[in-house]
T-cell receptor, first 113, second 113 residues
Framework: QQQVKQSPQSLIVQKGGISIINCAYE??????FPWYQQFPGKGPALLIA?????SEKKEGRFTISFNKSAKQFSLHIMDSQPGDSATYFC????????????FGSGTRLLVRP | KAGVTQTPRYLIKTRGQQVTLSCSPI?????VSWYQQTPGQGLQFLFE???????NKGNFPGRFSGRQFSNSRSEMNVSTLELGDSALYLC????????????FGQGTRLTVV
């Protein structure tokens, strides 16, 4: 029940295209869903996060879509750029004293020029 | 504001030895979590400290331990190192007990030979 399943494992997109990464969770007690971006040799950087009381959140070119009934959420990167090439992780947690991030397995995104 | 600082960045140890990793959270942050990142297992939660108390612990053997000091700085110790402990160890800092985002440091790359 603690798993977060992420797909695809890798993704190649042309510059200007839309990158879509999907995640599914099992534990209905999760109430916080962040996405992290990680470049080689760096720690994960928080990109955007959503709570289950909203179905969509947009920050610049990054949008999270959230489907509570399906227990799924996804990251959309609009107008993908070569600088977006990185590994993306979805995560889930409870936002209380039992807080701990459960991460998906990661998606390696390559944006071709 | 300075980010999360982890030292050292790289470490090579021999099987059977022990190691101590250090994490300085963002100024004012009271929560420090530790994660292990490996190619095979991905990002896994080790433990979280808040105000010098361990609040949560992941599924790791007792060889993995930690502590937090009154200035919120945290240390993680791994005793009797095994080859499988080779990983990137990441520290994440949060401002409060609940409802706050986690920011990661660059990690300590531990290699056990």
């Amino acid at each position: 029940q603690q798993q977060v399943k992420q797909s695809p494992q890798s993704l190649i997109v042309q510059k200007g295209g839309i990158s879509i990464i999907n995640c599914a969770y099992e534990n209905t007690a999760f109430d916080y869903f962040p996405w992290y971006q990680q470049f080689p040799g760096k720690g994960p950087a928080l990109l955007i996060a959503i709570r289950p009381d909203v179905s969509e959140k947009k920050e610049g070119r990054f949008t999270i879509s959230f489907n509570k009934s399906a227990k799924q959420f996804s990251l959309h990167i609009m107008d993908s750029q070569p600088g977006d090439s990185a590994t993306y992780f979805c995560a889930a947690s409870r936002m209380d004293s039992s807080y701990k991030l459960i991460f998906g397995s990661g998606t390696r995104l390559l944006v071709r020029p | 504001k300075a980010g999360v600082t982890q030292t050292p960045r790289y470490l090579i140890k021999t099987r059977g030895q022990q190691v101590t990793l250090s994490c300085s959270p963002i100024s004012g942050h009271r929560s420090v979590s530790w994660y292990q990142q490996t190619p095979g297992q991905g990002l896994q939660f080790l433990f979280e400290y808040f105000s010098e108390t361990q609040r949560n612990k992941g599924n790791f053997p007792g060889r993995f331990s930690g502590r937090q000091f009154s200035n919120s700085r945290s240390e993680m110790n791994v005793s009797t190192l095994e080859l499988g402990d080779s990983a990137l160890y990441l520290c994440a800092s949060r401002g409060g007990a609940v409802n706050t985002e986690a920011f990661f440091g660059q990690g300590t790359r531990l290699t056990v030979v």
